[in-house]
């Protein structure tokens, strides 16, 4: 039977969708991966142009299910795609899946045939044998079902405890590979997939042991309470044996990203087997995601031996009480210190932090505090990334919101907006107080001494300046020297810097 398989991200790496379809090809079906890379363009009334739905639909035309993968900032590219095949006459089932689809599927239902909850291979395996049967396919575990006398919902199955059991993500680009590469659906190679087969993606685990508010994993660990341990890793020589076939297959790819919610779930007996079945086999330099809690000397001084480059690791906010009481992350300050200590002894590893801002829960005496924890504990060394806080449906904090009115039921920016890259830059949105996080984190960087930059957070704050920098002339002002600056910046290091620096491997 023929299925077609779409992702609506950005990126066409779709980890997820990959593992649903070597799972489906390995029971006899034929799958074709559609991956529609494009972003949104908020001056457009549509994400697709018209040029693009008339490729698709006929990639699609006579596929006999047809299933959508998506996330929240993706949910518009799914209700057009899903629309265009409709208006076409298409009448194979649509279903969607992914992460917005399984805490948020209230939302979805109304667009499509049946909404996916949870993990989809076991789902998706048995929706295909009962639409290739034309089997009745209403009460099938994790599926929510339109039906002509109305909306029928499952309950999740148990959870998938042996990850070994799945077959590798599908990378057979000879077998119906696309992607959306200069305005046209073409057939996917190693070039037109932007860094996908570059920087591969690798996940080693699924689940995440904390249940952040800020995060949906709280609503995964609450639609599988009873189904099953939520946290699972795969076996090391399961892994490395993925990482062999992709060694083997793309001479392309030169780094890795683990991109696990937290690898530092392992012990040091797996560190140990990974990093000596890694280094002897494969040898990329890799990126890696870490939880404060989860980290040791021991465990970084073996990664850093089989070739980790860069550990990235959330702190979120430098205010204790705002860590507890509105993430519900509950990690000690000091033990954010002692993470970034330990990481410090590392000079060969990059060191990346990420922080959340323009939280509207948050005292700004709180986010005082955050001030002062960067500029005292950020080494020279370390980059930094800031978010604004997104109240992604399905997460404690967007279920607050709408308690106390911060967000209305109809809210629809969460759907249109991808939050990093340029927005952390506009003063508008964030704030004054963004901009004095990123312009202290930068001059710690620079080796500028914490006592000064104390002084210069305490100065910065005081109500006189306050008063005179929340004039609108002086917003205005601020915006227009910073973002000179950075131009500045950009264009000396271009110049002068750049062209003398050592090439390094292209990393995504």
């Known amino acids: 039977m023929k299925i077609s398989l779409v992702g609506t991200y950005a990126s066409a790496e779709a980890v997820g969708l990959r593992f649903i379809s070597s799972l489906l090809k390995s029971k006899g079906h034929d799958v074709q991966l559609i991956l529609m890379t494009a972003k949104r363009n908020k001056k457009a009334a549509t994400t697709y142009p018209q040029t693009i739905i008339d490729q698709f639909i006929p ?41 917005h689809p399984t805490v948020a599927p209230d939302t979805c239902i109304d667009h499509t045939d049946i909404v996916c909850i949870g993990e989809g291979e076991g789902p998706m395996v048995d929706l295909a044998h009962a639409v290739e049967t034309n089997q009745d396919y209403t009460h099938i575990p994790n599926l929510w079902v339109k039906t002509p006398t109305g909306l029928v919902k499952n309950d999740v199955r148990p959870l998938l405890e042996d990850l070994d059991q799945l077959p590798f993500p599908d990378y057979d680009l000879q077998a119906g590979h696309y992607v959306v590469h200069k305005d046209k659906i073409v057939p996917a190679t190693p070039k037109n997939m932007r860094n996908t087969l570059i920087r591969y993606r690798l ?37 490395i044996a993925e990482l062999e076939s992709i060694k083997n297959r793309f001479p392309s790819v030169n780094s890795m990203t683990i991109s696990d ?23 990329w330099p890799f990126e890696i995601n870490t939880h404060p809690a989860t980290i040791n000397e021991q465990k970084i001084k073996i990664l850093q031996a089989c070739g980790c480059s860069i550990v990235k690791m959330g702190i979120q906010s430098g205010s204790q009480k705002t860590n507890y009481e509105i993430f519900n992350r509950r990690v000690p300050n000091q033990t954010v210190v002692q993470a970034m200590g330990t990481l410090n002894q590392f000079s060969s590893i990059q060191k990346e932090y990420h922080y959340i801002v323009n939280n509207p829960f948050e005292p700004e005496s709180q986010f005082t505090e955050t001030l002062h924890f960067a500029a005292e504990h950020h080494a020279d060394n370390s980059k930094f ?8 449906p399905g997460s404690q904090l967007h279920q607050r919101a709408a308690e106390e009115g911060i967000i209305s039921p109809n809210q629809t920016e969460i759907f249109e907006r991808v939050f990093a890259g340029k927005a952390k830059r506009r003063f508008d949105k964030l704030g004054y107080n963004t901009m004095l996080l990123q312009a202290v984190v930068n001059l710690r960087t620079k080796k500028i001494p914490s006592k000064l930059l104390h002084g210069f957070i305490d100065f910065m704050l005081a109500t006189p300046v306050r008063f005179c920098l929340d004039t609108k002339p002086f917003k205005l002002a601020i915006v227009g020297i910073y973002l000179f600056g950075r131009s500045i910046n950009k264009t000396l290091y271009q ?14």
């Open 385 to 392: 990334l800031i978010f604004p806080l997104a109240l992604f």
């Open 59 to 99: 990639l699609v035309r006579d596929s006999q299910l047809i299933g959508l993968s998506l996330m929240t900032n993706t949910y518009y590219h799914a209700r057009e795609l899903t629309l265009a095949i409709k208006n076409a006459g298409i009448t194979a089932p649509v279903v969607w899946g992914g992460v």
């Open 261 to 283: 919610d937290t690898f530092f779930v392992r012990d040091e007996k797996e560190f140990e087997k990974f990093a000596e079945l890694y280094k002897s086999k494969i040898g």
């Open 495 to 508: 110049l002068f810097v750049r062209p003398f620096r050592k090439k390094q491997p292209r990393y995504a």
């Open 203 to 239: 996940l080693t685990t699924r689940g995440c042991p904390y249940a952040c508010a800020f995060c949906c994993n709280s609503s995964w660990i609450k639609i599988y309470r009873g189904k099953g341990p939520w946290v699972r890793k795969r076996s090391i020589e399961n892994v």
